[in-house]
């Protein structure tokens, strides 16, 4: 038996649902290895230091450990669906700079900042920016999901679950549509099974 690359993938972290997206995309084939954030394997560490999640180790030694890197990396062997037609870099880099921030400091623990700013609606404002294009497409770059679609629905899936009702009573039709197609499909389903924590033999 070949040896798979192994996936160190922790199932709610949105970061390692877009990197297992983009590899059950692609079909290739990995061992994926589902870790606890408050005690991660030695064996993951030691391929990568930083300590986050995902980190893929192939057979050849190579470690990838930035989940937009994976998904790169899996759609460069193969890329069945097109995906990398919507390498969108600049809209990725919205979502995994401002957005996440705004995330972030809108989830845990605060709404509002000490110096006032508002980050649910600086959330909001940068959902409108992928608003403006799922009133005119299905995806984010044109009528099939892609990279750009699969590398930001996790964080928009975060931020709308939130407060879900407050989220759904917001003008975004676009983007509810969107996320509730993603939230429904079957490669959604596929990345989101339950693995038992993976342990050291
Ligand atoms: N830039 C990294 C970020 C990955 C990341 O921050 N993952 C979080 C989980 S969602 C993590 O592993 N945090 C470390 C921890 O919680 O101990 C990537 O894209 O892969």
Redesign the pocket.
């Known amino acids: 038996m070949t040896e798979l690359p192994v996936l160190w993938s ?1 199932r709610r ?4 649902m877009r ?1 297992r997206l983009a590899l059950a995309v692609s079909g290739v084939e990995v061992e994926t290895r589902e870790v606890k ?2 005690a ?1 394997p030695a064996t993951m560490l030691a391929a990568s230091p930083k ?4 980190v893929l180790v192939l057979p050849d030694g190579r470690v990838i ?4 890197d ?1 998904m790169r990396w899996a759609l460069g062997v193969n890329d069945p669906e097109g995906w990398l037609d919507g390498n969108d870099r600049e809209l990725i880099a919205m979502n ?1 700079g401002p957005f996440k921030m705004h995330l972030d400091r809108y989830k845990y623990p605060e709404r509002l900042a000490a110096d006032g700013v508002d980050y649910r609606a600086a959330g909001v404002a940068v959902l409108e920016v992928l608003e403006d294009r799922l009133a005119r497409s299905a995806f984010l770059c044109g009528e099939r999901p892609t990279l750009a679609d699969a590398a930001v629905m996790p964080f928009v899936r975060q931020f709308a679950a939130v407060d879900r009702d407050w989220f759904d009573g917001l003008a975004l039709p676009g983007v509810q549509r969107w996320l509730a197609e993603w939230l429904a499909s079957e490669l959604f389903e596929a990345v989101m099974v339950r693995r038992e924590v993976w342990v050291e033999v």
């Open positions: 922790f972290c949105p970061y390692a990197a954030l408050r991660k300590g986050t999640v995902p450990d930035e989940s937009i994976i995994d």
